[in-house]
């Protein structure tokens, strides 16, 4: 029984696709007579709506002939042999989404590239509206802004590239750069074809900065990955929290967002926009100084405020390997600088015990002196003082570093030891066994080297 309804809800979905596919289908194949994609969803329609099985036979022939790949490029060149794609840049199948859709928003081909990104199984989404790839307001306003357009309105992302927000089906927001043009017909009969990349982050030492992709009023609908490694937060739990509660000043930030609200940021360049120097709070370290600019995305249209906005927080410090220990010494948080200085990819660090990372003898003995630490004051020659220690790698060779610990009250976690790693070089390793002093004509020692503790 549960076959046959499972066989019905496939057939039900196929026959609902090719039923969206009959109001496009033969004036596009009078355009694209040689497109095997498009004849094959013909022949499907005529096979299962028409129930036409023969012709449908002609068309899956003619289909195979021509080929019936995944490739969407193609059906952005005409038989003039114009690409309306030309302004969209290179295009990569195989990464880049694209999705065609008629004029009341009805997606009626989609690459694999796009069905993945989005996190739907081939053949789910046709048929069904584009706006389901949208989060609210953009979803409730998308048909508006089309039926806008087709009725003669201005095109506000027609031809141009726009950053936005996408919903995923496991309905988790992540953000993408959208390219919409215009693909054949006019008016009720309009196709428009558009191009979506993920937009990923700049990890580049050099441009240290993390982005936020907020509503108008300022509330998180997501943010670059990098957040865990800036302040020291994952971006998902971020999501529906106003921007400016990171702040350590949010009735400023608050004025600042009013001021680009009410700013036509389109028409200003980059030096015109309203720029506002801040600290946001990071989780486990003193708040971090940095540069906030805004850049623009969705619309403004009709009174409905359908923008989004890409704030950009760029860091003026710059990235520090760290972790978070718990009262039992396991490892509850680190950066990827942190990961990649010890050659461990990603979060493989976290619930590790820390004396997986120390070597002999001290792996077996810091047990006992951690437990002491938390009640005591650290003496002169623990690894608390500053002087060079050595952690393991994860090839298990040797790394000389110094820490600097400090300790945390997290709410959830309860009281966490913070460490900051600095690599040495084998200058300050050798200072580690040299005992420098200067001293007056009285022989008062005035000053002495890092080595002293365990000199």
């Not at 194949?29 to 497109?35: A, W």
Request: aromatic share 6%; hydrophobic share 40%; charged share 20%.
């Amino acid at each position: 029984m549960l076959a046959c309804v499972q066989s019905l809800t496939r057939n039900t979905s196929t026959i609902v696709s090719a039923t969206a596919a009959v109001s496009y289908n033969p004036r596009v194949l009078e355009r694209y007579p040689k497109n095997g994609r498009l004849l094959k969803v013909y022949g499907r329609f005529l096979e299962n709506v028409r129930h036409d099985p023969w012709t449908a036979a002609k068309f899956y022939a003619e289909a195979q002939k021509n080929g019936t790949t995944e490739s969407l490029v193609n059906l952005a060149r005409g038989q003039s042999g114009d690409d309306v794609l030309a302004e969209a840049g290179n295009i990569n199948e195989k990464l880049d989404g694209i999705i065609v859709i008629n004029s009341t928003g009805i997606m009626l081909m989609l690459n694999y590239a796009a069905v993945t990104m989005f996190g739907y199984d081939k053949g789910e989404l046709d048929g069904k509206n584009v706006s389901l790839l949208m989060p609210a307001p953009f979803s409730t306003m998308h048909d508006t802004f089309l039926k806008r357009y087709v009725e003669g309105g201005d095109a506000h992302i027609i031809g141009k590239s726009r950053t936005m927000v996408a919903l995923r089906k496991d309905r988790a927001m992540f953000p993408i750069s959208l390219w919409v043009a215009r693909l054949s017909g006019l008016g009720a009969e309009t196709l428009f074809i558009g191009v979506i990349r993920r937009t990923l982050a700049d990890t580049s030492s050099r441009n240290r900065a993390v982005r936020f992709w907020t509503t108008a009023t300022g509330t998180i609908m997501c943010a670059d990955d990098t957040t865990k490694d800036c302040f020291g937060v994952e971006a998902s739990e971020l999501v529906g929290q106003p921007i400016s509660s990171l702040c350590t000043d949010p009735d400023a930030f608050e004025r600042y967002l009013m001021e680009v609200a009410s700013t036509d940021t389109e028409s200003k360049t980059a030096e015109e926009q309203p720029v506002l120097k801040a600290q946001m709070k990071h989780e486990y370290l003193a708040p971090v100084n940095v540069t906030i600019t805004t850049e623009f995305g969705g619309a403004l249209a009709q009174g409905h405020d359908c923008r989004s906005f890409v704030i950009k927080a760029k860091l003026e410090s710059e990235a520090v390997a760290l972790m978070s220990l718990d009262a039992k010494g396991r490892i509850c948080y680190t950066t990827d600088k942190l990961a990649a200085m010890l050659g461990y990819a990603g979060d493989t660090m976290i619930r590790m015990d820390l004396n997986s990372l120390l070597p002999q003898p001290y792996c077996q003995m810091h047990g006992a002196w951690f437990k002491e630490l938390q009640h005591k004051v650290p003496p002169p020659t623990s690894c608390r003082a500053g002087g060079v220690v050595q952690l393991l790698a994860a090839n298990g060779n040797k790394m000389a570093v110094t820490l600097k610990m400090s300790k945390k009250q997290h709410i959830e976690k309860g009281q966490l030891h913070v460490v900051q790693v600095t690599k040495v070089d084998d200058a300050a390793q050798l200072n580690q066994h040299c005992l420098q002093l200067n001293i007056n004509h009285n022989g008062i020692i005035l000053t002495t080297n890092t080595g002293v503790p365990h000199t």
